[in-house]
């Protein structure tokens, strides 16, 4: 390796830059956000030097990334609000979690974060839940990034329990508990899943039937395993819940009652003044948790709970004093898809905020590995870890990949909110299957990342202090809650197949799904392209080819799973079909979702107006791209799309492109601009005054 | 799918087995091992109808497993060690770790544990650490699977505080310190690696000046990045340190003195009697990590301590009292390798552990996924989750991985006591490059697979209690400490290459390596084997087909390496040249690590003398293979090794074997004979009494 090639560059606005963003308004910007990127050092004046070295390092393929300007595209509409967050928090240490912590102090403190942010801090996001989404989501991303727990505790109370009263109820709802959700003196809990289930909400087992004589909802839990589990909110601080039951209305037949599917109602849990259990209603505590122990998960038993009829959450059906019911919607089935619908906010949260801990933890591995030297050519200094061909291939695709997740989340978020708006119905389908493609997709991929980055900075990655345990540990769950990822996939393959079969009836597609109408074609007609042996780094870098290479993938696995479910279905049915069809099925979704984050990626390359900006997100796109050809390459090889000579290109394209990317790596996390004071990982803030020095004095030397 | 092949069975000793082992010795253990692992119903009289069920089974591809009879084959040598120390603890629940505990708490109850287990159950393992290690490694397992922490508590006593003494010293040592570390009278410490170098041994910068005058050594840290940073032992009990420093003799030239390079020393930390921290010595708590609690790590600066001459550790060199320096072997280098050398028992003896951590992560994965229900065919009872496909993908090839573990760390055991008696040359080379490669190869799969089972357990999976937290956050450390994985494999990668010159100048290959001679012939003579399109069951799960496609893999690997790395030498030197090839080497290790396993299960379900529990192994061997397989099927299909058809006969093969392999899950785990007091996780127990009930009983319900 050409060590010339191993250092990296030191980057500042070059007068080439500046002449991009020439309003001075943003120039003003750019130079504050210098200064706060580089504290220690004014930018200094652009020079001839400084051109002529950017021109040397463009034609030796490296890039001089202006980290203020790349930031400036990167932040988003809502930093400032999230800014105002860590403000408020940096302000006031004695609302810092603490690197080591007791469950009961942690939910104490949690409470505390969220009572001061509301009351204290004034900032109150429950009124973004339903009014400006991509607000709130940016407020709960930057609780979670201070303490996932936090975030989490902040999201059961506005998104899912606050959520579920805007969503689910009617006027009369709202004007009721809005100020005392806003101002958390109604702390509420989502108490959806039970013992025995959690993936399959239309098998929940608690009952409210009605009672016509009292005009009343009389809640049940008919045995055990109906117990409500994991409620977060519960078992210490909850006043009411949003109880999922089975609404069953009294019938003049031989069976007494009629099961109407299941319904949302607000249950008071405990007594407003004195705290305590309400009668009928039985509470524990689910105990030591791996992660989120901030959140007080508990379990809900109820015996015989009455409530009046109003705290039927009704938007989506109602029942009349005389116990009749209507709806808007003429099926149960039709009724659950519209209740659940409402809910899809919380996988846009859940998602978006997933990337917001991969920065963190890419920007502690990516600091730490250019900090840390170890061994190097005999005789000469050690060098740095990122030196490293295999660290780089540790870290780098994952780097072009919280950059592809970022375009993506941010994407969706627009599209939530735009659906929020209009409540446009193909907008609404798209959203649905968005959001449970790239919830699954994304925290999957960022859970696996934060065991690697953990690894990746070896025995210091270890010390609590440096969060990748606590984030490893808190985000785990993400891959569970709000949808299972397995279950999710299953849904976005289920819209593919259907959407594949609308194409052949002349439908229209979803808009995320168009692709596939031209993508489908072409692989039709043309299943082994003539591009397979092209092997330029040009080919393989142009956009045109990565895009085709993803969809081709897509559209492949689409139609292969169609004809396999055909032909199963004969013989095992439709369940056992799609069982015997389950992996391929998601492969499918997962090669779907990749189609869909690269051509975000692709149209957020285009859309950069600063150039030395653009040509780092190419880079980063191009190896994003490559990393996900290489790794399902055994596919494309079997139906030849890639032929061996280009197979090894792009492994060998993946590599250099790593390396490139390493070298604009600290520019590059530089610009996800998160404060020291939020990263708090001694060994990967921004500018170590000396190496190692706050780690140690972190444990006394 | 066919209903009635989701159905497991439950399986009993037939006559059939029984004839395999009719020494009466033997029956009446496997009696008493089915009572024990079926208490409740003893083995029934073998009848001809099961007999005719077991032929019908085997007919329709189905097998009958005798868990009893597999368990006696997988159980070893030193089961009974293990049941003492888990009978002892069992007896002792005041010694037992609670679900939640701090750090302060964790370290004295793992030290309890330590003293404890010594002197009141009477178990004293450190004398076997060098005369009988298979037992040593037995005790210190079963320690950490009762809790990880106290088993690297006791890993850190005996083996490498007490290890080192006893292989790094010499008589006079032995004698003064072996009743002391064998009764934790003289807890001791580990002390190696500094902040700024870790896996970098050669470039620890403590120093060890001998002074003539005294006849002392000074130990001293230079400057604040050589102070010893994660010392185990050190925060709280250690009372000794096997300090590793440069040893530094005067010289009578202008630079004064001469580094000899690194040495270890016994240097005392702190009083015999008052407990205080000795003059000179300064010591930090590291503090919280991110699991192993029940450690204290700790660092240690030294000014200017100064211990006997004696206290140098001196079987590979020494000081005279007129300070010559005196070896047998000949430079800095070889008497480096030989200290270095000496501790590879740490790492037989994390590879060991680290199996027995993912058996105990697997059995409860998988009992929940039998126990778990979770939706079904229409108007049918919901299916247990590992009736599904994709919970097949995740868990029985993790299964067959675990199996293959097994084989393979009971080998390198078996290896290790061997060369321990023997100290035969060619032994201690094998033993030393399967060692590495061991250890890095199943830490990081273990690691990986402790998140795949706590996903697959889903919201339930997150409960503490069910441990996939603490067993994750315990095991993560140890892809990083005895050796980063990544440093390791690269040792395997080089040693490769060795034995590959070796090979063209016509030497002797090491044992474990002698595979490569016959297979790097056979793949130059015949880069494109005629089997590449035969894609029949019976040719796939031959074991000649299967090790040759993993050795061919090997083989290519390292030819193409070797050719590589002469290429880049020229160029870039032969640093440069190892970091360009780094990725390919890495694979190379992998590769070889995997053929090595791989052959060693193929003899162990050769050697195993019940029909019924070969087949099973077979079953499972054959699974393990084709995973593999397919997880690399890019470069088969790179090299033509494989063609398109055979590509997709591997992965449709893979799918049936996991089906296969889930219909007997439930007795391959039961098989790993892992006391239910011993797993604690509600929702993993063997016989749960009723379905979830001891769970929900765990949170008061």
Redesign the interface.
Known sequence: ???SRLQSHVSHPTAENEQDNNHPLINRRIQRLTLHLNPTEAPPPPSSNQQLQLLTCAARGKLNVSTPHLSMYMRGKYRNEQQKVYDFFESRPDLQTP??I??DEHRELCMRQLLAMVREGGIRPFKYVVEEPGRYFAIAEAAGILDVSFGVKLGVQYSLWGGSVLNLGTKKHRDKYFNGIDSVEYPGCFAM?E??????VQ?LETVATFDLLTDEFVIDTPH??A?K??IGNAAVHGKFATVFAKLMLPTHDTKGVTDMGVHAFIVPIRDMTTHETLPGV?I????????LNGVDNG?L?FRSVRIPRNNLLNRFGDVSRDGKYTSSLPTISKRFAATLGELVGGRVGLAYSSVGILKIAVTIAIRYALLR??????KQA?ISIL?????Q?KLMPMLASTYAFHFATTNLVAKYSEMKKTQDEELVADVHALSAGLKAYVTTYT??SL?TC??AC??H?????NR??SL??DH??F???EG???VLLQQVAADLLKQYQKKFQGGTLAVTWNYLRESMSTYMSQPNPVTSRWEGEDHLRDSTFQLDAFRYRTSRLLHSAAMRLQKHTKT??S??AW?????HL?TLAESHIESVILETFIKAVKNCPDPSSRAALKLVCDLYAMDRI?ND??TY????YVA?NK??AIHKLT?YLSFQVRNVARELVDAFDIPDFVIRAPIGKQTPVEV?SEY?Q????
């Open positions: 390796m050409d060590p690197v080591e007791s469950k899943t013992l025995h289930h959690g993936s399959n098998g055990d395993g117990i589990w994991w039985e524990q505590d689910c105990g030591h948790k791996v992660g379990a038993r030297q170890q061994f190097g050519p005999p050690e030196d490293y061909q295999s660290h291939h859970a696996k065991s953990r690894e070896g025995g990655g270890y010390a609590a202090v990748f345990g490893r540990n785990d769950i891959q569970t809650f299972d990822n397995t095992l049915g369940f056992g069982n015997r069809c389950l992996n998601l290489w390459i055994g090889r079997n139906v030849d061996p197979a090894k590599e190692y140690r972190h444990i006394g030397f």
